[in-house]
């Protein structure tokens, strides 16, 4: 081959995994609706007829959908929606609005995607419905009194157009349980109260990780909510998982160039009957089914590819494997001094001994006392103040934590404290310590204190 066909080649190679990544980052990044839904085909359907009952028989509804992070709360929302808005009926019946900011970003309808990350008051959330719902120069300068004078005067607003009939809206709330630390809860309040009314077919859709979300609300907010809760669980099996990790991994039918996605997705398919791949996958199944620790993986994976190496392949997933699995604090536990370090083997056997009470530095400073005199050959006798600035450096870290605040009453030497470090990472972090001394290692190899 000659240099200039040669150079084309790896030119074009080099646009190919540019595109490539420009698809699987934003697929990784914005929780599209792709690929199949795993264990969540009933919370599918009951959320699918919410929205139907609203589009289609002018139904008032409110739900929440409850979930731990990464339970899948969003990407049910999103294949939900994306199906919802395939039916011809909700497109003749639902006037269109345009959304952005969002990793949920749809350029139809009436769907508001509030977070409460950014609607931080309820003054901001109102302000970004107007916005949403293009009424700026419908309100102008207008004072309201109230929120919920403000809210029915945007809704009055969407009933003078061509049609007199009113159009269904739906709510969703990313972060629902950030909104509830609104003064009053008035704009959730608002929102419950107007999907009661028969006026405007209205639904609110919560997403929060809060079981105990409804504690959390106000006594004239629950009364108007419709008490409905849909549960996300993560209950796929391993199967599903390797299913998971081919299908966000792969390249759709629709890649401009269809040799390097037919090359790429058999590599793909390679990958997930590769016996390497597979224990890392399944060290991270057994740890978290939370599928955003795959798609980070993923992503950091798709990220070593260049025209050098076109390919991921399982070396590459071990590594990056290892790097996220890596413990930050074991991480720091490398940085201290040997002086810090005994600090925490002292404490450690204080654990130990009192069966996990807390301890203070005076306990401390008394166990290391004692390992100083009988076992340590080469460690050099600190004075107490020094000792207490080791002891404060930790505090800094947050290695170790006050289990009460700090008072004027208590000298800082008797304030009670524990340890945010288990046996097994300070013994994996002492044997990739530097230059450790021997005594130390069996120091904190001991499982008697120095008593």
């Known amino acids: 081959m000659s240099k200039r066909k040669l150079k084309q080649s790896s030119k074009e190679n080099g646009e190919c995994i540019s595109e490539m990544q420009k698809v699987l980052r934003e697929r990784f990044c914005h929780h599209n609706a792709n690929g199949k839904l795993f264990g969540v085909e009933r919370q599918y359907k009951h959320l699918l007829e919410l929205l139907k009952q609203t589009a289609l028989h002018g139904e008032s509804n409110s739900a929440l959908i409850i979930g731990p992070r990464g339970s899948g709360k969003t990407v049910l929302l999103s294949h939900v929606l994306k199906d919802f808005n395939k039916m011809k009926e909700v497109r003749d019946n639902v006037l269109e609005v345009h959304l952005n900011g969002k990793p949920l970003v749809y350029h139809e309808k009436y769907f508001f995607f509030f977070s409460g990350l950014l609607q931080t008051n309820d003054r901001l959330a109102l302000k970004e419905i107007t916005r949403q719902l293009h009424l700026e120069n419908v309100v102008g300068d207008k004072v309201f009194g109230s929120f919920a004078e403000n809210l029915a005067f945007l809704l009055e607003a969407l009933r ?230 080791a002891f404060e450096h930790l505090l800094q870290l947050e290695l170790v934590v006050p289990i009460e605040r700090p008072s004027v009453r208590v000298q800082r030497e008797y304030l009670l404290m524990k340890l945010l470090l288990d046996n097994n990472q300070i013994m994996d972090a002492l044997q990739a310590y530097p230059n450790c001394p021997t005594d130390v290692k069996q120091w904190a190899a001991s499982s008697l204190s120095w008593l």
């Open 160 to 389: 003078k157009g061509d049609r007199v009939s009113s159009r269904p809206i739906l709510f969703i709330l990313d972060e629902f349980d950030l909104f509830v630390h609104h003064k009053n809860q008035t704009l959730l309040y608002n929102l419950f109260d107007v999907s009661q009314s028969a006026q405007t077919p209205v639904t609110v859709i919560g997403l929060t990780c809060r079981e105990d979300i409804l504690e959390l609300l106000e006594k004239r907010v629950k009364s108007r909510f419709s008490h409905r809760q849909i549960y996300v669980m993560n209950s796929f099996d391993f199967k599903q998982y390797i299913r998971i990790f081919k299908e966000q991994l792969s390249l759709p039918a629709e890649f401009s160039d269809e040799s390097f996605a037919q090359k790429w997705n058999n590599n793909v398919q390679h990958l997930s009957e590769d016996k390497t791949v597979k224990d890392i996958l399944q060290k991270f199944f057994h740890c978290t089914k939370d599928l955003r620790s795959l798609y980070l993986l993923l992503m950091l994976a798709v990220s070593t590819v260049s025209a050098s190496h076109p390919l991921i392949t399982a070396s590459d997933l071990q590594e990056l494997s290892k790097q996220l699995s890596m413990d930050s604090k074991a991480n720091i536990v490398h940085g201290l001094s040997v002086l810090e370090i005994c600090l925490i083997i002292a404490m450690k056997h204080l654990s130990e001994v009192y069966e996990g009470e807390p301890f203070n530095f005076q306990m401390v400073y008394n166990e290391f006392q004692k390992f100083i005199q009988r076992k340590a050959h080469c460690m050099y006798d600190f004075e107490k103040p020094i000792v207490m600035k």
